[in-house]
C-alpha cells in the first residue's frame, strides 16, 4: 500500500523554537507539498517541489522553509515558530499526472 | 486567480439515503481538473472522485457520482446509500493543468447517522 509518511502526529514547541516536520513518500513521485490545514480556511499550499533541490512558495510561504535533498524526502522547517503557525500541516506527493494523492495523515502543532 | 466555494459547512444525512454536497469555483482557465477529497477523523485525506474538464461525462465512483456544469462552474458531488464511514469532511479543489498545485474550499462536514 503506497503511502506518505508524516513523522509525528502531535508536536507541541515553544515560541522562537526551529522546528522541522519530516515527511516520506515511498512512490518515487517527483512532486511533493506542505499544506497548511486550519478551520474556516480549508488547506492553504505553502511550499511544493518538483524535483530534488527544487523549490517554490505557493500561497502562504511566509515563515517557512523546505529542504529536498532526497527524492523521497520534503522537510518543513519553521525557522522560529510563533504562535500563528499553530495548525494542522499535511504533505503530499504526486507524479505528473494531474493528481495529488496520497496524503499524509498531517501533524498537529501547537506553538506555545 | 483561482477560487473555490463551498457554501455548506455542515450537512447531516440518514443512513441510506443520498446528500448533494455543492462545489462552486471560479477560473479563467479552460482546461482543469476537478477533485472531492475525504477527510475522516483519521485525518487522511483521501481522493474520492476527480474530473477532467474537458470530459463533458461526469465522473463516477461507486456510490459517489458528480454533476459537473462547466457553464455554471458548479461541481457538486452526490453520495448515494450514505454509509457511517462516510462521515467525514469533504473538500472539492481545483487544479489548472500542468500546476499539481490544489486550490481548495473551506470544506463540508458530513454527519451520517443511523
Redesign the interface.
Known sequence: DVKVTQSSRYLVKRTGEKVFLECVQDMDHE?M?WYRQDP??????IY?S?DVKMKEK?DIPEGYSVSREKKERFSLILESASTNQTS?Y?C?S?S?A?????????TRLTVV | AQT?TQSQPEMSVQEAETVTLSCTYDTSENNY?L?W?KQPP??????VI?Q?AYKQQNATENRFSVNFQKAAKSFSLKISDSQLGDTAMY?CAF?A?NT????????TRLQVFP
Open positions: 512532486n507539498f474556516g480556511l480549508g488547506l492553504r499550499l511544493f518538483y505557493g494542522m499535511l503530499a504526486s505528473p494531474g493528481t495529488v494523492s496520497p496524503f499524509g495523515s498531517g | 473555490v481538473y477533485f477529497y483519521s485525518r487522511q485525506m483521501i481522493l476527480r477532467e473538500f487544479m493543468y499539481d498545485k490544489l486550490i481548495f474550499g473551506t470544506g
